[in-house]
DNA sequence: TTGTACGCGTTATCAA
DNA sequence: TTGATAACGCGTACAA
């Protein structure tokens, strides 16, 4: 085995320069504590020669603090939460914090694996999309003293805080503007519904069709397991079919994510329904995949990066502010016209004649 | 400001129990080193009412030891990558390790920020898809004992062990396939050739053309940022209005990688220049969003996802053994059809008349 | 089989 | 302005 040079400590620094270990440690640590100028250059001198690189471990064992946040989210390879992971480690960098990023693929157990690796790693902030629907892990870790921010999933448990998108208008705005193009058998396309922010799309949808007088028309799937982009866009297009055996007649279809409109455009075209001349499609979350198809997806949008940020922002001047008052932020939803959205000439039953 | 409740640590528990903190030690930490089973189960019991949750800084500060590795990739939100670091990440966790996941943004400053950062934390190994093209880096983190496996680049720096693609090989393939298909005229796409990896690619087409007795044509973009996939897709598209501007009559194209393929492909369509009839296009990467458009691209898959496992279960054998030789691995290219080429029949310059 | 004592690298307290 | 010393939580010789 290789021979490696011994790490040098402060007190390495504090022998060759003929000081205490106090006295480095106040130099190197930016204390404001006084030191005179002349041992101040002597010892920051030695440290650059010797190329000092001070130990976290030591310093955050005896200040009890950290530097590290962990982020646990269903599954990195999902586009929307590459981005916010993004958007965390962003920000997170520009103070000097690092994440780990914990991927618990939607199963609960491998959630609470993560986290508890993560406290045994002395993290003192959380970001998390949670699968557990349970909330009481909320209320420990916060009796532990750790900070923590829930995103992207309206958790029930009260006393965290949260940053969450306004489901519910999202989906009323999908609906609404594909009313106002004039659709009016409109289908609700989606995964199972076992994740608040799906049932909350669907509350959406229904309120809007329910104001227009029109009859919702549900078409969920069985079995989800999107730790995969690919089973979501398989989904798609087994709901699809699902859609067409069910003879409904839909003008337009809109799904609880872009994914899955992808994979609703991709089997209808395959059968050569022709998107969206005979069927509109409008998907929901605004990842850059919907740009690249054809035809271009109509969605909403979340603002993922944004999310992100404002959760590592928010957690960061928690931790450090400890200025613990609970806060819920609720992102509003945006539409993206792009294509696959088309406007449907009064000819159906609720059309004059 | 809310009052929680201390850590409670071995001390807490060795008094409760009343035993030396050792004791406790021993069996919390599942020493081989004896204890009589009437402590250790009292001991056991205490630790799990109190919620007792070892500190692992104190451990590793002991030890010298770290449970966590660093991984530094361009971009978390290029698809390639993210699959690279969920392949890492779960094989990690299977291990008790724990990733820190670092964005360069091909940003070389940054790059060396975030490994100063990590070696701060006292992380004892590295997986890094490097930007940086100078390899003294690598040499420098040798010395200081980290382990280091590079990926995806390869590096010119001698000494360090790589998990790399046959890219030349990947290039050929593609290459060799298109002209199998008949085609003739064959264009190579690609982002600024900066990367060792997209030079690679185009020896690889430059051999197949050659042998096949053909001409190559270049085309090539001038600028490069593609932390951002979108801006790979952009670049695919002006790179086909390029490509069409020459007028050089491709029968099929050849990217650099898949989203270039796909904004390719997206240029085509909506010039009315059908895929494939008219103008095959070939990728390079295996993303999944390759076949989610329409027609499903063929493409050479590099097996990302595959890559994170393997590096990082060299990594964690080499910080455990002491196995310290070096090695290359080069893993294989794997040609995927699917529909984005299609057979040229004999019309061109070289067929039979 | 158990306990004592020390050290890992750092900072904070107290004296000088 | 500087230094000695005691922690932080843990593991481990060494002694008992």
Redesign the pocket.
């Known amino acids: 085995m290789k021979r490696m040079k011994?790490?040098v400590?402060?007190?390495d620094i504090?022998r060759m320069a003929?000081?205490?270990?106090?006295?480095?440690?106040?130099v190197?640590?930016n204390?404001d504590?006084?030191?005179?100028q002349?041992?101040?250059e002597k010892i920051l001198k030695i440290a650059a020669e010797t190329n000092?690189?001070?130990?976290?471990?030591?310093?955050q064992?005896?200040?009890?603090t950290s530097t590290t946040i962990g982020v646990v989210v269903p599954s990195i390879v999902n586009p929307f939460y590459s981005s916010v992971i993004l958007g965390i480690e962003q920000t997170a960098r520009q103070r000097k914090y690092t994440v780990i990023t914990c991927n618990s693929m939607h199963d609960p157990e491998l959630e609470s694996e993560y986290i508890r690796m993560l406290m045994e790693k002395q993290v003192k902030g959380l970001i998390i999309a949670s699968i557990a629907n349970d909330g009481g892990m909320f209320k420990q870790l916060a009796d532990m003293g750790i900070h923590v921010i829930a995103i992207d999933q309206r958790v029930d448990a009260e006393g965290i805080s949260k940053i969450d998108f306004d489901f519910v208008k999202g989906g009323q705005m999908a609906t609404r503007h594909l009313i106002d193009k004039g659709h009016r058998r409109i289908a609700y396309l989606t995964a199972r519904m076992d994740r608040p922010s799906r049932r909350s799309i669907f509350r959406g949808y229904q309120e809007a069709m329910k104001e227009a007088g029109l009859e919702p028309i549900l078409v969920e799937a069985n079995a989800d397991d999107d730790h995969n982009p690919l089973s979501d866009f398989d989904t798609g297009r087994a709901l699809a079919r699902k859609l067409l055996a069910a003879k409904v007649q839909a003008t337009a279809v809109f799904t609880c994510n872009d994914m899955l409109a992808i994979g609703v455009i991709n089997e209808l075209s395959s059968r050569n329904i022709r998107v969206p001349e005979e069927i509109s499609v409008m998907g929901f979350d605004g990842i850059d995949v919907g740009q690249m198809i054809h035809p271009p997806l109509t969605t909403i949008k979340q603002p993922d990066y944004e999310m992100g940020k404002m959760a590592c922002t928010m957690l960061l001047n928690m931790m450090n502010n400890e200025n613990n008052h609970q806060f819920e932020i609720i992102l509003q939803p945006k539409l993206i016209e792009r294509q696959s959205v088309v406007s449907r000439g009064g000819h159906s039953e609720t059309s004059g004649r």
């Open positions: 011994k790490k400590t402060i007190h504090a003929n000081v205490s270990a106090a006295t480095v440690s106040r190197l640590s204390s504590y006084p030191v005179s002349s041992l101040r000092y690189v001070p130990n976290l471990l030591g310093k064992l005896k200040k009890n």
